[in-house]
């Protein structure tokens, strides 16, 4: 599976909109793009995914470039319990989740 | 719905003795995976099941570690014997086969004193 690059850490203010890059520059043609969070002590939580189309669903939205290298995930209105850690994963068809170490995005008031 | 669940949630045991992690997927789910994190190295797949059968268990770090899924709604991770450096957080997650996500539950805390 393709290896994945996020920022280490992102600050955010409350209320505000959240973005969360993710560069997946070695992606192939049937990979696809994995969201999850994961908040402090809790098992990770799926957030969204896609392969190459833009996707919505009531918890964010995942922008995929058109050349699919790289994609970006929206918070539209970021609240403090959205503190956690980020993790953007690229995954063929039926293969395994591979996390790497994630961006750690807080949300301050 | 029912999520995924794991017992315990906290384990603290001697080192040299058996623990047993137990998880219960979500029903209708065909797909279950063991993750163990740590400080160090983050989450790391450990094994996972297809359909009740070990697809890939090239994660599970050394022959003291060994799961079982006797059927569809039931699996074991077991530990024997068991060393402070096992000591971590155990996820359970299960999923829908093909590309759908993975649902995880919320871990075993172990500590090996």
């Known amino acids: 599976d393709a290896k994945t690059t996020q920022p280490t850490s992102m600050d955010c203010a409350e209320g505000r909109a959240a973005n969360l890059p993710c560069n997946h520059s070695?992606?192939?043609?049937?990979?696809?793009v994995y969201w999850y969070r994961q908040i402090h002590s809790q098992g990770p939580q799926y957030i969204i995914h896609g392969l190459k189309n833009n996707e919505t669903n009531e918890m964010a939205s995942l922008i995929i470039t058109e050349d699919r290298k790289s994609s970006t995930l929206i918070l539209p209105h970021a609240t403090l319990r959205d503190t956690a850690v980020y993790y953007c994963i690229v995954r063929e068809y039926g293969n395994k989740l591979v996390f790497g170490a994630g961006t750690i995005l807080r949300v301050k008031s | 719905d029912a999520g995924v669940i794991q017992s315990p949630r906290h384990e603290v045991t001697e080192m040299g003795q058996e623990v047993t992690l137990r998880c219960k997927p979500i029903?209708?789910?065909?797909?279950l995976f063991w993750y163990r994190q740590t400080m160090m190295r983050g989450l790391e797949l450990l094994i996972y099941?297809?359909?009740?059968?070990?697809?890939?268990d090239s994660g599970m770090p050394e022959d003291r570690f060994s799961a079982k899924m006797p059927n569809a709604s039931f699996s074991t991770l077991k530990i024997q014997p068991s060393e402070p450096r096992d000591s971590a957080v155990y996820f359970c997650?299960?999923?829908?086969?093909?590309?759908?996500?993975?649902?995880f539950g919320d871990g075993t805390r172990l500590s090996i004193l």
């Open positions: 070695t992606i192939s043609g049937n990979e696809y």
């Open positions: 099941f297809n359909n009740n059968v070990p697809i890939d």
């Open positions: 029903s209708g789910h065909n797909s």
């Open positions: 997650a299960s999923s829908a086969s093909g590309n759908q996500p993975q649902h």
